[in-house]
């Protein structure tokens, strides 16, 4: 099939953003989720020095192919962005796509490696002499586990939740915060008497109320006077419920979500023949008996959107009460 500039380039935008749904744009999103996959373990296999050493040619090479797809990627979509209404506008446009927040991680997959190719290129020696920057560059491969959420409803979820919880979050980070400074400063001066090493200043002594609030316990740390003893328990009682908190806000959003997602669902098929609304299903007398009569259908054999609407009424008034309103508006007929 030909296209034209603009419909190839829209085209293109729609397969990659999964604005469409056929064969290309599945295949798509199965290769790239794929290959995030498979770059995610290359990574994780990598740290295993034995692996490194021998398949060290293998993951090299593995690198340059997924850079080469991922920088193709990402140049189709700066390519089409200007499709996209939100960047439309010109050069501003892709300047703001650029500077997108999945655009930013797209780049994070890309840039690191590149700056790996071009060390070990060009200056070999920076791999013997910083090889603590060079394995940080390479830890920074896995941004391009981010890349999914475009793919994935599970990150399209989280940060819905996150988004309509981030005042109440933002409270409770608040409200732990106070509390660990409170514990703190408090088992500071209660200990520092008997402990001064161990507890010689607030910041330090805030590595015990984080390990006591959140119920960790490492044992590095720990108070020995009776009232330093007392305050602790304290803290950590205070600490099951408090850092509960977060946890308890992020389960009623994630319930509130799915919840939503039901509802907008339902409205998109209909209760009574599960079709999706806007259709038309054929109907005999053996599938709805008496529908034409007494319910405000037309007999027609034909369910039409007006025909389930008058239905979803009936089925949800009570025969009763029913009655009474058809008595009432064959009355007001009469009159």
């Not at 009232?227 to 959003?253: D, H, N, T």
């Not at 023949?273 to 034409?292: F, I």
């Amino acid at each position: 099939m030909q296209y034209e500039d603009g419909q190839f380039k829209t085209r293109i935008w729609r397969v990659l953003e999964l604005y469409d749904h056929d064969v290309y744009a599945r295949v798509t999103q199965y290769i790239v989720t794929v290959l995030i996959g498979i770059s995610v373990l290359a990574v994780i296999l990598q740290s295993v020095k034995s692996l490194d050493d021998q398949y060290s040619l293998f993951f090299f090479g593995l690198e340059i192919f997924l850079v080469i797809f991922f920088s193709i990627e990402f140049l189709l979509r700066f390519y089409s962005c200007t499709v996209d209404i939100r960047y439309s506008d010109g050069i501003r446009g892709r300047i703001r796509f650029v500077f997108s927040v999945l655009s930013i991680i797209d780049l994070l997959s890309i840039i690191p490696s590149i700056i790996n190719f071009f060390l070990i290129v060009f200056h070999p020696e920076f791999m013997k002499s910083s090889s603590s920057a060079f394995r940080a560059l390479r830890l920074l491969r896995l941004f391009r586990m981010f890349k999914l959420t475009r793919y994935t409803q599970a990150f399209n979820l989280l940060g819905r939740v996150l988004s309509a919880k981030t005042e109440e979050l933002l409270v409770s980070i608040t409200m732990m915060f106070v509390l660990l400074l409170f514990a703190s400063t408090i088992v500071y001066y209660l200990e520092n008497g008997e402990q001064p090493e161990v507890f010689s200043s607030i910041p330090v002594s805030m590595w015990w109320g984080v390990a006591t609030l959140a119920t960790v316990g490492y044992g590095d740390i720990y108070p020995v006077t009776e009232a330093g003893k007392i305050f602790g328990a304290v803290i950590a009682l205070l600490g099951l419920g408090l850092f509960a908190l977060p946890a308890g806000i992020l389960a009623s959003g994630f319930a509130e979500e799915i919840q939503a997602k039901k509802k907008a669902e339902a409205h998109l098929f209909c209760a009574t023949c599960g079709r999706r609304k806007g259709e038309k299903a054929s109907v005999g007398d053996s599938d709805v008996p008496g529908l034409g009569a007494g319910t405000g259908v037309e007999d027609d054999g034909e369910l039409s959107m007006n025909d389930v609407s008058v239905l979803e009424v009936n089925l949800d008034t009570p025969v009763k009460e029913r009655n009474e309103n058809e008595a009432t508006i064959e009355s007001r007929g009469s009159t």
